[in-house]
């Protein structure tokens, strides 16, 4: 089944403390990003990655970092998170849209609580 | 300036009644994608109509369409003959041009279906 897998789906954790946010898709896409959903603000996006070792900065990247080592994997790292980073996060993949939709493909979501 | 706007935070609709949740964008690119995504209670976002900017026919899918109208920047979802199910947050995106697949978000018109 196609699919992105996000871990973990749900997180409590406390300022400071570091944590990744792994996603790994099956489709072989070769863009994948990272957003994240705010009451009122819909979704923005933190940080994509056009393929293996490309990556750029979106909306709201402060605080936050990726890597792409392999074409599967977007891991998502907060090296000292904050509460201002209590949000759902969503990793999205998809085809190069030329010629396509190129709709994204989103993962189930982590929903991240920092005390 | 915001790139999608969504203002209508919350709509109600009868059972079985159409529906338009209203979504205008902005952008200089005369080559532009939009798009429509449903998120349920249980939080995955779902992908639901695309629209691109050179398409001459409004886009459909099944009880979803699109009403596209160039000059005025508007990307309204209609849905037909709404059921229970329906119930959900709507996301209206656009992708611009830039290489990347990078959508922006509207802010989410919550819709409730009332029985």
């Known amino acids: 089944e196609a699919q992105v897998t996000q871990n973990p789906r749900y997180l409590i954790t406390v300022t400071g403390k570091k944590l990744t946010v792994t996603c790994s898709q099956n489709?072989?896409?070769?863009?994948m990003s990272w957003y994240r959903q705010d009451p009122g603000l819909g979704l923005r996006q933190i940080y994509y990655s056009m393929n293996v070792e490309v990556t750029d900065k979106g909306d709201v990247p402060e605080g936050y970092k990726v890597s792409r080592k392999e074409k599967r994997n977007f891991p998502l790292i907060l090296e000292s998170p904050s509460p201002n980073q209590t949000s759902l996060y969503f990793c999205?993949?998809?085809?190069?849209?030329?010629?396509?939709?190129?709709?994204?493909?989103f993962g189930e979501g982590s929903r991240l609580t920092v005390l | 300036a915001q790139k999608i706007t969504q203002t209508q935070p919350g709509m109600f609709v009868q059972e079985k009644e159409a529906v338009t949740l209203d979504c205008t964008y902005d952008?200089?690119?005369?080559?532009?994608?939009l798009f429509w995504y449903k998120q349920p209670s249980s939080g995955e976002m779902i992908f639901l109509i695309y629209?691109?900017?050179?398409?001459?026919q409004n886009a459909t899918e099944g009880r979803y369409s699109l009403n596209f109208q160039k000059a005025r920047k508007s990307a309204n979802l209609v849905i037909s003959a709404s059921q229970l199910g329906d119930s959900a947050m709507y996301f209206c995106a656009m992708r611009e041009p830039t290489g990347a697949n990078n959508l922006f978000f509207g802010t989410g018109t919550r819709l409730t279906v009332i029985p």
């Open positions: 489709m072989n896409h070769e863009y």
């Open positions: 629209q691109g900017s050179y398409d001459q």
């Open positions: 952008t200089s690119d005369p080559s532009y994608g």
């Open positions: 999205a993949s998809s085809s190069p849209w030329q010629g396509t939709t190129g709709e994204l493909f």
